[in-house]
């Protein structure tokens, strides 16, 4: 049997001739890998359980979408079958192609092979990666510097989470979800934060922190790593060349000082590295995506490129979407949408929004994300929610796992000290907003409340 990189090379030499197929195309990390064979004139094709606005963007660059686990409609002349983690073990298709023996590769697996051989920067960390990842691929792009992007979100400047380039250097994000990112061997890495998740995964948090410090040994001589300062177990993160970043911190290696905000945006300066580049401009919303852009810019000044090109890109990026994403912005009305889906991105959301808009009632409309990390950071959830004027819950998105006996969003609501709480179905909730109207809404979450931000726009904007 041929190896993922040996059979890469033959798709993309004999293009249109030879095909690959996803299990569960219209992830997030999976719809770029398939965006990076589209480009490359492969062809595609793919399952997902659901026909997602993504999935239908998919079909209309060319893949070929089914949406039930019927083995009549998989493609089996498929050179390499590539499966998310995500998908179950019982899943028809996949033990189809275990069963012919087929080569049948993760994501990450593939995702290392395309990068094996080039310059690569990768960005991990268990919030703010995405983030980070899109800002340091979008200075590069706008600068002209180029680069080849594979993203976990879709970057608002270009729709897409990927795009290619002449230039051999790779901008991906590094995901630490089934130990993927250790499939990766970054020239520059940044690591954003190690605050334990997915501990259905690694057991422990320790084991987890483990698993950054082994993300880090893979860091290429005279690599360089980029870490946010204050990081548990930072002293045994490894890398040839090691830098700290913050925002206002001067114990860091590099951070933003005289920061203002202004309607919603940031002015800053960023010191690094004996100079100073004054008056940065970013027009997205939350002090951690000050921090977040500290670390992007020094990606950048390690690139040689120009300080007043990185200030234009900087100045140009208009975000991810589903984070810190202004869905309503005017004067007498604000509606925010995040991906927020563990406790200190939740917690980074509500006190930058709430630091912004301080004159006005904040409510919150929270949709927890698996049963397993409800009931790990329900005590977590509920300290952070607090914080918020009112809490509007929605049950748990259970993704890929089965329910869990007394795990639920009532376990939040329990613990929390708030009384202006509640739970709701999405009917309820879209009739109590339109009752009541608040004027700074935050939806968040990383399962389908998405599919919510429409309708309920609509309701607020109803004169």
């Not at 690569?120 to 979008?138: D, F, L, Q, W, Y």
């Not at 594979?150 to 250097?169: K, P, Q």
């Not at 912004?356 to 009931?375: E, G, I, N, W």
């Amino acid at each position: 049997m041929k190896t993922v990189s040996e059979i890469l090379e033959l798709l993309i030499t004999k293009k249109g001739s030879a095909s690959v197929y996803f299990l569960g195309i219209g992830g997030i990390g999976m719809s770029a890998l398939a965006r990076y064979f589209l480009n490359a004139g492969v062809t595609v094709s793919g399952y997902d359980k659901t026909p997602t606005a993504l999935c239908r963007k998919l079909e209309a660059e060319g893949a070929v979408i089914h949406y039930e686990d019927n083995i009549e409609f998989i493609d089996k002349e498929a050179k390499l079958v590539i499966y998310t983690p995500a998908v179950p073990k019982d899943h028809l298709g996949l033990n189809w192609y275990l069963s012919h023996n087929y080569t049948v590769a993760k994501r990450s697996d593939v995702l290392g092979a395309i990068t094996a051989t080039g310059f690569n920067i990768c960005i991990a960390g268990t919030h703010g990666k995405t983030t980070t990842s899109t800002m340091v691929a979008h200075i590069l792009r706008h600068s002209g510097y180029g680069c080849n992007a594979f993203l976990g979100g879709i970057a608002v400047n270009y729709d897409t989470n990927f795009w290619a380039s002449d230039n051999e250097i790779c901008v991906a994000e590094a995901d630490e979800y089934d130990r993927s990112f250790l499939k990766l061997n970054p020239d520059i890495a940044i690591i954003s934060s190690m605050d334990a998740d997915h501990l259905d995964i690694y057991g422990t948090a320790e084991n987890m922190e483990q698993a950054f410090i082994a993300f880090t040994e893979n860091i290429r001589p005279r690599g360089v790593l980029i870490s946010k300062y204050g990081l548990q177990r930072s002293s045994e993160l490894k890398a040839p060349v090691h830098y700290s970043y913050a925002v206002q911190n001067t114990d860091a290696d590099i951070y933003a000082t005289n920061i203002e905000v202004d309607n919603g945006s940031y002015r800053f300066d960023v010191r690094l590295q004996g100079k100073c580049i004054k008056a940065v401009q970013l027009n997205m919303g939350g002090m951690h995506n000050v921090e977040n852009a500290t670390a992007a810019i020094a990606v950048a000044v390690q690139l040689g490129i120009d300080e007043a090109k990185i200030k234009a890109a900087v100045a140009g990026f208009k975000g991810v979407k589903r984070r810190f994403e202004y869905i309503i912005k005017t004067g007498t009305q604000v509606m925010i949408d995040d991906y927020a889906h563990h406790p200190e991105e939740l917690k980074a959301l509500i006190t930058g929004a709430k630091a912004m808009f301080a004159d006005k009632k904040c409510t919150v409309v929270f949709q927890p994300h698996l049963y397993s990390r409800t009931k790990d950071h329900a005590a977590g959830f509920a300290e952070v929610l607090d914080e918020a004027d009112e809490v509007m819950l929605l049950p748990v998105y259970p993704a890929r796992e089965q329910p869990m006996e007394g795990v639920s969003s009532y376990m939040i609501l329990e613990k929390m000290k708030h009384k202006n709480a509640q739970v709701f179905t999405k009917q309820s909730l879209l009739n109590q907003l339109k009752a009541t109207k608040p004027e700074f809404l935050i939806t968040a979450g990383a399962g389908d409340i998405d599919t919510l931000v429409g309708p309920i726009k609509e309701v607020l904007e109803e004169r």
